[in-house]
């Protein structure tokens, strides 16, 4: 099963992903995930894309569609979950040819509705683990032991670069003008159901499953 998971900065996306990667032998393909990589390497790719990254703004469509393409190469039994890609109409249709080349295709797209009021308190709350990428919030979702991976136990806790408000609301702004638009176009395909991201990460969890079961 290949699964997009739509939605602003902060709606959970990430969270989500790294839940059904647990649950269902899924494969998380979080474009972000690959840049901040590329970035920490200091590829040339991750310098081309460092300061726009940190201005809010998207990265060119040939950039993040060649990251996808790369890991389409392989297959998965599990399936995909595209978290962050696609963020515009080229990467859709992108997108449904990468699928179609290796016989593959997508099953559904599920938009996570939050109210942006809701963001940016949960962007720049944000934390995650520098070793396992575990999710965290200051305030939502804390590790049982201060400072400590539930998953892991590493202790080396990160917060990204663009998580302040300033970027957070540029961030708002290229989704609405860029990637919001994906929205009509795939319920005009049938493939679009939405869940309800301002829920409980355990509820949002189960609206999930009940949509891929
Ligand atoms: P990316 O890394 O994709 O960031 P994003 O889309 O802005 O999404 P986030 O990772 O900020 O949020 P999320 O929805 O995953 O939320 P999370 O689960 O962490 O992209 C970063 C940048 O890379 C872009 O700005 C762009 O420059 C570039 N880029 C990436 N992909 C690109 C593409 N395809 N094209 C062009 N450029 C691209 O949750 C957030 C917080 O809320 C956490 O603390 C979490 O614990 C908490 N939380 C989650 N769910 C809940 C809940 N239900 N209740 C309460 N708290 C919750």
Known sequence: MNIILLGPPGAGKGTQARHLVEERNMV???TGDMLRDARTSGTEMGKVVADVMDRGELVTDEIVIGLIREKLEGT???GFIFDGFPRTLAQADALTDLLAATGAKLDAVIEMQVDDAALVARVTGRFTCGDCGEVYHDVTHRPAAEGVCD?????NMKRRADDNEESLRQRLMEYYKKTSPLIGYYYAKGQLRTVD?????DDVQQA????LD
């Open 28 to 30: 998380q393909l979080s």
């Open 76 to 78: 998965h039994a599990g």
């Open 151 to 155: 998953k892991c136990g590493s202790t």
């Open 197 to 201: 991201g301002l829920a409980e990460i």
């Open 208 to 211: 999930i499953a009940a949509i």
